[in-house]
């Protein structure tokens, strides 16, 4: 069966006048099909050219062809079409049953012709959006007057106005183009600076390691002068040390974990305030009322303990610095040092003589330590001496700035090969936002970023999606006089994935369909399926590179 | 819109993951039966089942009530007496009864209570409610002529406790009155029809006063329970726990005028089945109700409710209500409407007496007994005798009128959804209609447009300009739809609300104050529209200055008019509400919907009237509505699921509307909660066409459906039905035109065309369009290729599209893939038609049209066009056009179905002198005609001859002729000779 619809609506701007427009033509036949209808005595149905007709019989109001050649003036064969229901006695299926011409020529002189349905020829209603001059309506239904002059006067001009904006589009495309090239040239810099870094960073950490290495050694030395007493209060002090701060630590953790429940909680507060007052009792639905009252109980017990504060003032008390409360780690840990150094000889000796001790009784110790005559001195974290982690912190900072500097390599490089687009033109835009006020809300599409509803009686911005990808689509819409919309053919589209999930639907998304304008701005937001939001948007960035296509501007004219 | 790079990857799998997530989280649709009340749960009902089973369980049960004979009048067709009700050895009721014998041929009885009647009871609770029985629902409902016959009589010679009379046509008509117990047999030629009280189920629950508390019912201790209630039952014989008050769901009906239900047993004997009473999601043909095997346990349910999520085959209430039930049999069809606003419940069950294997010829004999119950009211019934189908469905339209004459674009296509969300959406689905060459009407605005839910409000965000709006539709002829509902905000600044409250013009809570519940806009009151008052205020609603950014092309969509309340008990009004002049809800229940709907039509009349220059027929769609709702209103079924079980019960519940008096009904296309797939969307579309009222609709959380989303081959699928659709307007307007004389169904069951046919009696899957011949099967099965459609004679049938001949009674295949419509052409009709393709009903005025011949055997064939100018009233006043063809011997020829003309005739019939006939195709004719190249026109005494082509019919196709350009004008007599 005939299953592909097909649209009989097309704009004749490409036609060519080189086609002998002299010759006498049918009303309603374009001079394309002229050479059909040169014949003065009789007429060949165009696709069933067997099928031949009296001069006569062209325009007579009747459909003879089965392709509705026979009737380029009338709408006698407004039927031949995939999109009416099939009937034996007015379309053969022997025969060829496709439609020969693409419908109502209208000459529109003054100015551009334009083909229009046959459904609308002889309808009573002048379509002067396509047939400025009227010649759809021969039967006298009404009378459409010739408005061709004044229409394509107007047309003119709204198309010089739209070359202008066109021409200023495209020179702001060239600019951000321009900056879209620095911009990449940057990202490559900064590649190449941080590859730098990075190689500088595992020198630096080689460096550090070698360091922890010999300062380990030294301090195993250490371990052998220090006397015992002093020793093993240095590892309680470090050990309080430690304690105290994994307390402190463990306490800030609960404080964030407990703000943010607090928030949570607060936003669930929300939704089920929202939710009591806006549910729709309508549905009568059990579950529904059982939620609304136990809120109602929740809401009568009292929403927030009322000794709440001071639960917080005293965990804000115990996170204070230990300095705050008249403790300094640091000077229980240096005099520790002091008092050793009381039962050190080797205070007393000259600096050359001291060192020379020392390594000796270093060289003496680890003889001792690797013959298994001493015991090695308990040398874990908790244990160390402020040397070791000293020198380990630093190791580890060390590493981390390498980390930094690593990640960030990895970032700009994926960046570097992400799609921004025709000429990368997008990377100039990125998160540069655009708003517009639609409804209730205000809509905001920030490049290559994300699409936000915000509501402008105030609450939270949804968001309706997360920049995942750029694509192409057809679309085939019409176009306002201002120029504010796509028009047909091929259009850049951004797509935002993710946002927001839906109550009883998907996760919200957008399409950002963008064509050229001198500006960004944001025309139309169409909430297309539940939660599938489209944006209709103008941008210099889609403005093509070739600039002949001029997105809205060429109303589709080259993809026909 | 379509995407390339990245398309296989994103576009595609996009949808399938959303189907994926949406099966995930979609709810499963599920009525919510404890919001509704069971027969065990209605009081009354329950009483008068109990009332049922006790007299049939009682073998030497006798009804209670007798006529007596010393109180019998007769005058001017009409007999009045005294029914006494026995309620204890010393104590009888009197009951007011008349038996009315109409100038129609209907009779009507009416049964009264004469303590309530005089006003001789007391309220409790001090209430304010009158204490009359309801006496005014044929107020509502009744527009025809209640005047007696002059040549109804009594007969004389009359068995002894018997009276007779005599009435109807020629006399035909019988009733017989049983005094003792009272009972009333009606009878056609001599054979019994219609039987009351034959069970002696008749019970008219007289007033009494309240006993005083028995203290053993306040302090019932536990255990004790059970055997106090046994008790009860005992003393009095009857179950009086639901007499006084009533709980249902946290809401208490405080019953200020106690029990008041009224019921009667009314028998059909030989007849098998009956149909009507709608409205349930259930078979045409009404199934027993007393359980068994493919029964129903629960009476059918008469009861106006915003019923969420229906479920199907289910005698469980629905929106609207027409008590009004015919039976049938191979030879004969009568009908009862009980007339009756309250909640009614109806119990079914048939009876086989088994022939008598001695006696030659004689055959089992089935009786159909139903037990009608109401909670209120009068008892007030009317019997039709037939003895056909379209005999009935006449007289119950002489009575409750007839459908209202649409304007043409009304049974056009209506595109609608739960909401188009801006004025330009509104713009943006209109442009899309016309770039896929797609013909619609009209556009529907559900509640979102308001501001807030303020009925005559625009949100100011959304709907900025809506007379831009407005214009723009009408550019094309288009219309708008809006909804208005019946709850009206409680609000601060809404004008509406505090003239409403000012003018005292709301329905009253018991206590006499305004009644306030929920609905959409949250807090609001109802309109009263048995308050004439409130009628006048609000037609002044609808003026254009008033409802600003409204115009011509602006009608009316009446929803929650049952009426719903989302916190009212079973989702509506307490019963106790009191409305205009004190009647309590319970009363008039039913009728509210009816009384708001007519309202609007009255407003869209008077604002017509006010501020155009030829007044236009209004247009107002309705979900609630009862007996004379179809003079003003068309309905849906409500809220229906996009679901294939869904599709296939809207044929019968459409079928049903038809043969209840009210044919404008259609459901709600594609379904309206969820989201059909596009094979459902587009067999629904394909059904859809063949609905009187043929809309669109969804669901707020659906996805956007209309025909143009779903892409191909399904939207041209859906196109060619919706062309279909428009081609065949004609037709369908002149089936609205004979409903509207009257009375007869658009879309026609098997049985309505076939009363013979005993094997069609129970068929409700396949339609009849009108007069026409046409026979569709919608395909309601997912991935069905085939349908298999059921022939009620033997009369050859073709296939409309390729004239494959079907012949034979019994069951045929046809082919049918997705893009298939099963339509046949049944032999020996004529169909108008119009084939050039427009963006609107109003575009194709000036269209000719294309006659299509379809001959059997006998090579007769007739046919009607009817027309006017699709708007006005003028078609009153005779500025209409209605032609009958008819074919036979080898001529067709058109002459005018009534020769008188209007005066209004002449200057309507010369603004349409150029519309021709364009071509006449002839299906199935005479193998000669091969032959003949030409045939003869005739018209205005001039004769012409024009080209005929023929093509012969091969494998199982019939041969078609086509006539070229006969140019004939329609409005004048022609003929055309053939051979």
Redesign the interface.
């Known amino acids: 069966?005939?299953?592909?619809?097909v649209?009989?609506?097309a704009f004749a701007s490409t036609l060519s006048t080189s086609f002998a427009a002299d010759l006498p033509r049918p009303r309603g036949v374009s001079p394309e099909y002229a050479k059909y209808y040169k014949d003065a005595s009789s007429f060949a149905c165009i696709f069933n050219p067997s099928i031949t007709l009296e001069a006569s019989q062209i325009n007579?109001?009747?459909c003879?062809c089965p392709d509705g050649s026979d009737e380029p003036g009338t709408?006698?064969c407004?039927?031949i079409?995939?999109?009416?229901?099939?009937?034996?006695?007015?379309s053969?299926s022997t025969l060829n049953n496709t439609a020969a011409l693409p419908g109502f020529y209208c000459k529109n002189k003054g100015h551009r012709p334009a083909y229009i349905?046959f459904?609308?020829v002889?309808?009573?209603?002048c379509d002067y959006d396509n047939c400025c001059d009227g010649s759809d309506e021969s039967?006298g239904?009404v009378k459409c007057e010739d408005k061709c002059k004044e229409i394509g006067t107007m047309w003119k001009k709204a198309e010089e106005q739209k070359q202008k904006t066109l021409n200023v589009a495209m020179q702001k495309r060239r600019d951000l183009v321009a900056t879209a090239a620095r911009l990449k040239l940057e990202v490559e810099e900064k590649i190449s600076n941080l590859k730098s870094m990075v190689q500088a960073d595992e020198i630096k950490i080689q460096e550090a390691e070698n360091n922890l290495v010999e300062t380990e050694k030294r301090e195993k030395l250490r371990a052998i002068t220090a006397p015992k007493t002093g020793g093993r209060l240095g590892v309680l002090v470090s050990l309080a040390k430690k304690r105290t701060e994994d307390l402190r630590a463990g306490v800030l953790k609960l404080m964030q974990e407990k703000a943010s429940a607090e928030f949570r909680v607060k936003e669930l507060e929300g939704i089920l305030e929202a939710f009591k007052t806006e549910y729709?009792?309508?549905?009568?639905?059990?579950g529904v009322k059982r939620a609304v009252r136990a809120w109602e109980e929740y809401e009568a017990r009292g929403r927030h303990p009322a000794d709440d504060h001071v639960a917080q003032k005293e965990m804000e008390d115990l996170v204070q610095d230990d300095s705050e409360h008249g403790l300094t780690w640091d000077d229980y840990e240096t005099a520790d040092r002091d008092t050793d150094s009381l039962y050190l000889i080797e205070s007393y000796l000259p600096p050359s003589a001291r060192d020379w001790l020392r390594q000796k009784y270093a060289d003496v110790r680890v003889f001792l330590v690797d013959n298994g005559i001493l015991p090695a001195v308990d040398n874990d974290a908790a244990g160390e001496s402020k040397a070791v982690q000293d020198t380990r912190t630093h190791l580890d900072s060390v590493k981390s700035e390498r980390d930094g500097h690593q990640s960030d390599l990895t970032n700009n490089e994926s960046d570097l090969t992400k799609n921004y687009g025709p000429d990368d033109v997008f990377r100039a835009l990125k998160g540069e936002c655009v708003n517009v006020e639609?409804?209730?809300y205000t809509y905001e599409h920030c490049f290559m970023d994300k699409t936000t509803q915000k509501p402008n009686k105030g609450g939270m911005d949804t968001a309706m999606g997360y920049f995942d990808?750029i694509?192409?689509?057809?679309?085939?819409e019409?176009e306002p006089a201002d120029g504010k919309g796509l028009g047909s053919g091929?259009r850049i589209?951004l797509?935002y994935e993710n946002g927001a999930t839906c109550w009883?639907?998907?996760a919200r998304?957008t399409t950002v369909i963008l064509v050229c304008y001198e500006i960004n701005e944001v025309w139309?937001v169409?909430?297309?399926?539940?939660c599938i939001y489209r944006m209709e948007a103008g941008s210099p960035a889609a403005c093509t590179p070739e600039g002949s296509r001029g997105a809205s501007q060429a109303a589709g004219k080259d993809e026909l | 819109m379509q995407s390339r790079q990245q398309l296989p990857s994103s576009w595609t799998t996009l949808p399938v993951i959303l189907a994926t997530l949406a099966l995930l989280v979609s709810p499963v649709f599920m009525v919510k039966h404890e919001n509704f009340k069971t027969c065990d749960q209605s009081g009354f009902c329950k009483r008068n089942r109990q009332f049922a089973d006790s007299a049939s369980a009682d073998k030497s049960w006798s009804s209670p009530y007798a006529l007596d004979a010393s109180t019998i009048k007769f005058s001017k067709g009409q007999l009045e007496g005294t029914i006494l009700k026995s309620v204890a050895a010393d104590e009888q009721i009197r009951l007011p009864v008349v038996v009315s014998f109409l100038e129609t041929g209907s009779a009507r009885v009416t049964i009264d209570e004469e303590k309530r009647q005089k006003g001789e009871i007391e309220l409790r609770h001090n209430s304010k409610a009158r204490k009359e029985r309801y006496n005014e629902s044929e107020k509502h409902a009744i527009v025809g002529s209640l005047k007696g016959s002059k040549d109804a009589k009594v007969a004389d010679g009359a068995e002894k406790g018997t009276t007779v009379i005599y009435y109807g046509p020629d006399e035909k008509f019988q009733a017989v009155i049983t005094h003792k117990p009272f009972g009333l047999t009606f009878k056609r030629d001599g054979k019994a029809q219609v039987q009351f009280n034959e069970r002696g189920l008749l019970n008219v629950e007289h007033w009494r006063p309240k006993p005083p508390d028995v203290p053993a019912e306040e302090e019932k201790k536990e255990g004790e329970e059970a055997k106090v209630e046994e008790k009860k039952v005992e003393e009095s014989g009857e179950d009086t726990s639901t007499w006084w008050e009533e709980s249902f769901g946290g809401n208490t009906d405080t019953k200020p005028r106690g029990p008041e239900s009224v019921a009667l047993d009314i028998s059909f004997p030989g007849f098998s089945v009956v149909y009507g009473i709608p409205e349930h999601a259930s078979s045409m043909a009404l199934k027993q109700t007393r359980g068994g095997d493919g029964n129903y346990n629960e009476p059918y349910r008469l009861f106006n409710a915003d019923v969420f999520e229906y479920e199907l085959d289910s005698p469980m209430t629905l929106y609207g209500s027409i008590p009004f039930m015919q039976a049938h049999s191979k030879d004969s069809t009568v009908g009862v409407f009980w007339l009756n606003g309250a909640e009614t419940w109806v119990d079914i069950v048939k009876s086989t007496s088994k022939a008598n294997p001695l006696s030659l010829g004689s055959k089992d004999f089935t009786t159909t007994q139903t037990h009608w119950f109401s909670e209120s009211g009068l008892m007030d019934v009317f019997v039709f005798l037939g003895p056909t189908p379209s005999d009935v469905i006449k007289s119950y339209g002489e009575l409750t009128g007839t459908t209202a004459m649409p304007q043409e674009f009304a049974i056009a296509y209506h595109q609608c959804r739960w909401n188009y969300v801006t004025d330009q959406d509104v713009k943006d689905v209109d442009k899309r209609f016309d770039k896929f060459n797609i013909p619609y009407d009209v556009i529907w605005l559900d509640i979102e447009y308001t501001d807030g839910k303020k009925y005559f409000t625009w949100d100011p965000l959304t709907f900025k300009n809506p007379d831009s709006m407005i214009k723009h539709l009408d550019k094309r002829s288009r219309k708008l739809v809006t909804i208005i509902d019946p709850h009206i905000k409680n609000t601060d600044s809404y004008p509406v609300v505090d003239a409403l409250k000012k003018k005292d013009l709301a329905v009253h809570d018991k206590d006499n104050n305004i009644y306030e519940g929920w609905c959409w806009p949250g807090s609001s009151h109802w309109i009263d529209c048995l308050n004439p008052a409130a009628i006048e205020w609000w037609k002044s609603l609808f003026k254009y200055k008033a409802f600003v950014g409204t115009g011509s092309n602006v009608f009316i969509w009446n929803d929650m008019n049952e009426p719903s309340v989302f916190n009212g008990p079973e989702t509506s009004m307490p019963r106790d509400n009191l409305h205009f002049q004190n009647w309590e809800h319970r009363d008039v229940h039913n009728i509210y919907g009816m009384t708001y709907h007519n309202a609007t039509y009255q407003a869209l009349l008077a604002r017509s009237k006010a501020e155009e220059k030829s007044p236009r027929r209004p247009f107002v769609l309705t979900r609630a509505f009862f007996p004379g709702s179809q003079r003003t209103a068309a309905m849906w079924t409500g809220d229906n699921l996009a679901e294939w079980s869904h599709l296939a019960a809207s044929l019968p519940m459409v079928l049903n509307q038809g043969i209840a008096g009210m044919p404008f009904a259609g459901a709600d296309v594609g379904g309206f909660f969820g989201n059909p797939s596009k094979e459902l969307l587009t067999r629904w579309y394909q059904a859809g066409a063949f609905y009187p009222f043929f809309r669109g609709h969804a669901h707020i959380d659906t996805r956007r459906r209309e025909p143009y989303v779903a892409g191909e081959p399904y939207t041209g699928i859906m196109t060619q039905a919706l062309r279909l659709r428009y081609s065949l307007l004609p037709a369908w307007y002149t089936a609205f035109r004979e409903a509207h004389v009257y009375g007869t169904p658009i879309v026609r069951p098997n049985w309505f065309v076939h009363p013979e046919d005993e094997g069609g009696f129970a068929l409700d899957d396949q339609l009849y369009l009108a007069d026409t011949g046409l026979l569709f099967k919608p395909v309601v099965a997912e991935a069905a290729n085939s349908v298999d459609i059921y022939l009620a004679d033997d009369t050859p049938y073709f296939d409309y599209f390729t004239y494959k001949t079907y012949k034979g009674k019994g069951s045929h295949t046809i082919e049918a893939p997705l893009e298939k419509i099963p339509l046949l052409m049944r032999a020996g009709h004529i169909v108008p038609r119009r084939d050039r393709a427009r963006r609107s009903s109003a575009l194709m005025r000036n269209d000719p049209y294309t006659l299509v011949i379809v001959l059997g055997s006998d090579g007769k064939a007739a046919g009607e066009l009817y027309f006017d100018d699709g708007e006005s009233f003028d078609y009153e006043a005779g500025a209409y056009i209605h032609r009958t063809f008819s074919y036979a011997d080898g001529k067709l020829s058109s002459a005018d179905k009534y020769p008188e003309k209007g005066k209004g005739f002449d200057k309507y019939a010369k603004s349409v002198s150029k519309l021709r006939v364009e071509r006449v195709v002839v299906v199935n004719p005479p193998a000669e005609w091969e032959k003949v190249a030409k045939v003869s026109v005739t018209q205005d005494g001039k004769e012409k001859y024009v080209k005929m082509s023929f093509v012969k019919g091969e494998s199982g196709h019939a041969s078609y002729a086509v006539v070229r350009d006969p140019k004939v004008q329609i409005v004048k007599d022609w003929g055309i000779v053939f051979a």
């Open positions: 069966m005939r299953t592909k619809a649209i009989t609506f007579d109001d009747f003879d709408s006698a407004s039927h079409s995939a999109l009416s229901p099939p009937s034996a006695a007015i053969d349905p459904t609308y002889n309808d009573g209603i039967e239904i729709n009792p309508n549905f009568n639905d059990e639609s409804g209730e990808r694509e192409f689509v057809n679309v085939d019409g091929e589209a797509r009883n639907g998907p998304s139309k169409v909430e297309e399926e539940k």
